[in-house]
């Protein structure tokens, strides 16, 4: 059964930064194309970073990019997100999810319906 578990989040300052960590289990984690996105009560779940099975390629949602850095490590099954200069806005649950299709090699990750495993997710509040 395929788990992904996420771990990092917190209450941090404004200009602090932090590191997200995403676990999966269950699956050929270096088959998958992964992403995070985040969410706030009554908005819609939002794209914050995207990255394929092999690392070649990275996206980011326009809020974070410059600031935030998505990456993985396959040999631990573990994806990453290391967020600095954090804001306010920042503040989310944070979701780790598969995209759906072995190898994906695409650009298109900002969708949530393109994932199809979601982790529970972890809170990260940032405070002015």
């Known amino acids: 059964q395929v788990q992904l578990v996420e771990f990092g989040g917190g209450s941090v300052q404004t200009g602090d930064s932090l590191r997200l960590s995403c676990v999966g289990s269950?699956?050929?984690?270096?088959?998958?194309?992964m992403g995070w996105f985040r969410q706030v009560p009554g908005k819609e779940r939002e794209f914050v970073a995207g990255i394929t099975w092999g690392s070649g390629r990275k996206y980011y949602g326009s809020a974070v990019e410059g600031r935030f850095t998505i990456s993985r490590d396959n040999a631990k099954n573990t994806m990453y997100l290391e967020m600095n200069s954090l804001k306010p806005e920042d503040t989310a649950k944070y979701y780790c999810a598969r995209r759906e299709g072995t190898y994906y090699s695409g650009a298109s990750f900002k969708g949530p319906l393109d994932y199809d495993y979601w982790g529970h997710g972890t809170q990260v509040t940032v405070s002015s």
């Open positions: 269950g699956l050929i984690f270096s088959a998958y194309s």
